[in-house]
């Protein structure tokens, strides 16, 4: 049973430029959370999507960043016009459920902003 | 906000020791999760714990869920080389829907 599935593991940008990140969620599982993890810091909530919906999405900042959950396909967030301070870890998680919660998560994508 | 205070912050051990390290919460939670996380790779999730009071194992792991569901502790016994990561807690309340609080991790180095 393959895992929670993150590409790319590592994207470099530019200051200006758009970054997409791609999550595949475990097979069965219909309930995608993304976290975002700063050096030596704790997984900090971004947002939480089902298929076609956004749940809960108050870690997200309110301009430059969207996520999607499509019927079809990966869940996808984006940062449009990255700035330095958006350098970091990007995890994904996946769950068949929503109640007891127990978050599959995926390796990562690390963004760096040059 | 929820808070969660993760303690210690790091720790150096000898290999064979038994490790302890806990999680407190400044509001309740109803879920307390346990991963670990090594580096250059996502949390991996230990133990999940749903009730007050509930004590569950994993091997040599063990964690406890408060009885104020305000705290979980995590220990490890007899700890050997590749227990070496960080070790993050993660409470969730239902209302959130899904929106785990993490600490902020406990860095663990054994020394064989």
Redesign the interface.
Known sequence: NAGVMQNPRHLVRRRGQEARLRCSPMKGHSHVYWYRQLPEEGLKFMVYLQKENIIDESGMPKERFSAEFPKEGPSILRIQQVVRGDSAAYFCASSPRRDPYEQYFGPGTRLTVT | GQQ?N?SPQSMFIQEGEDVSMNCTSSSIFN?W?W?KQEP??????LI?L?KAGELTSNGRLTAQFGITRKDSFLNISASIPSDVGIY?C?G?F?T??????????TTLTVKP
């Open positions: 969660l993760q879920t999760l991963y250059g790779e996502g949390p991996v999730l999940a749903y993050f993660a969730l239902n959130n829907a899904g929106k785990s609080t993490f600490g902020d991790g």
